[in-house]
Structure formats: C-alpha cells, structure tokens
C-alpha cells in the first residue's frame, strides 16, 4: 500500500505515531472485561490506510497493542451467515463462511473488529445472513493475458457453476446423489486437465482460482479476470499502487497492490494472479 521504503523500526514507529496522533476515525468499545477497546484509523490514499488498535489506560493514555495495514473494497462481495472467533493472544477476530461459487469455506480478517464488538455488546448479533465486502492485499502480483473464449462457451460455464453450486448445496445436506455427481465431475475435470497439460498451458485452461494459501488461514492464492483498474497514489510516500476489481470463480472483489510489486501492466480484461490477504467488512447493522 505504499510503504515501500520502510527498512528499520524507527520509520515504521514514526508512521504508527502518526496514526495515533492525526486519525481519521476513532471507536471506543467497552469490552466484557471493562477495558476500552479502541480502533484508530488514518486514510493514506483511496481506501487504503493502516488501523492501530489498543486501550486507554487509567492516565488516559493510549497504549497501543497491535496495528494493521487495511483496503477496504466496494459493493457487497455476498450475502452469507457470518462466523466470527476472536484470535488467540490480542482482541482481533476472523470472519468465516461458506461461498458455493467456490466450494470451500471463506475466512478472512475482520476489518470493523470495533463495530463488532459494539453491536454484540448491545446484543444485535445474530445467526443471520449479513453484507460481506472482501478486500485482498497483495504483496505481490502478475497480470497474464486473458484466456479466448467464445460466447457459447462463457454462457456454458455459467450453468455449470450453478449446477455446481446446486449439487454442493444438496451435497452439504447429506444427499449421497449429489456428492457421487461431484467426485466424478472432479475426477473428469482432473482426467480432461492431465491430457490437454501436454500441450497447453495450465493458464490457458484453467482461466481463474481461489486456493486457500500456506499455513495461514485468510491467504489466498487467487487468478481472477480483471473488471476495473484504478492507479491511485500513496499520499505520505507518493508510491503509485493499483486497485483492480476482479471477478475469480463467479466471485466480484477488490484487489490492492503497489506497482513496483506488479510485473505487467494491468487493464480491463486482462487476469490478476498473486497470493492476497483477504480481508472482510461485514455489514452487522441493527
């Protein structure tokens, strides 16, 4: 997100100092133990910014417990029931839910951990379905060339993922049916890949992914089509970064990288590939 030249603690302890001291926003939370919880938040460009989290202690002084760099992405991503868990060691929490465009079940890193705590403490949480807008930071990224495809074919895919989605569902509720018509779909789609792999490239027959990545839970290894692509500009640093919506397994998200980690030029079209941190802002209301 812009922070490129950060090489020793000093500099980043001159930029979390300034966080605390000029934020944009400010929550205050009281949690079940009595202590405030508090978020403060500062932009460094379009939507993207850096968030430190701590509490006052009894001189009313700020104490910060941990930070987090955050981009927050537009429109709604999907509308699903939302499983929150705080993580071990410091007040942050995960986001998980279950996405049949992608078959797996979606954690990412919760960004209004402050709203969160302040509906649940009025007792508005609830086993409901709620907004969900998925963000991802890319520390790195690719842009490839996009896959031909005719029109026919695109339409195809389509019904195939929601007959997909249709037998993952029936699957979930214990229909045997469905879950025999989805291992031998996946042993046909694995059959088709081995023989057109010796002769095509795997980019050209598979044209988007989203793969669960390494030992953390909310990284993601993601190739999607890109929809929309904007270069915006750090306004502390002056770096350039790109912000792309891509649309990966029937999926619509935002996508932030800086330039100087993207190889390629990005435009509409065209296909992102890099491992995200994916983030969440989950709409809780009232």
């Not at 989605?165 to 018509?181: H, P, T, V």
């Amino acid at each position: 997100m812009g922070f490129s030249e950060i090489e020793d603690k000093k500099q980043l302890d001159a930029i979390l100092n300034d966080v605390i001291q000029t934020y944009d926003e400010k929550i205050v939370v009281e949690d079940r133990n009595g202590h405030l919880f508090t978020e403060l938040s500062k932009m460094y460009g379009c939507d993207f910014g850096i968030t430190v989290c701590g509490e006052y202690n009894e001189e009313n002084q700020f104490e910060m417990e941990y930070y987090f760099p955050y981009f927050r992405g537009t429109g709604i991503t999907m509308q699903e029931e939302v499983t929150i868990e705080k993580h071990t060691g410091k007040e942050s929490y995960a986001g998980a839910c279950d996405d049949l465009r992608i078959g797996v079940t979606v954690i990412f890193y919760l960004q209004n951990a402050g709203e969160y705590l302040t509906q649940r403490g009025k007792g508005h949480i609830s086993d409901s379905v709620y907004n969900i807008t998925l963000s991802g930071l890319a520390k790195k990224g690719t842009i490839l060339l996009p896959v031909m495809t005719l029109e026919e074919e695109e339409q195809q895919s389509k019904r195939d993922a929601a007959d997909r989605g249709r037998l993952i569902a029936a699957a979930k509720n214990g229909d045997e049916e469905a879950m025999e018509s989805l291992t031998i779909e996946d042993m046909d789609t694995y059959s088709m890949i081995s023989q057109r792999v010796q002769n095509e490239d795997i980019y050209s027959i598979v044209d988007t992914y989203f793969i669960p990545y390494g030992m953390e839970c909310d990284l993601y290894n993601v190739m999607g089509q890109i929809l929309e692509v904007t270069r915006v500009c750090n306004t502390d640093t002056g770096d350039r970064i790109y912000e792309m919506r891509i649309r990966c397994n029937g999926l619509e998200m935002d996508v932030c990288v800086n330039e100087n980690d993207l190889l390629g030029v990005p435009l509409v079209g065209r296909r992102f590939k890099g491992i995200v941190w994916l983030q969440g802002y989950v709409e809780f209301g009232y």
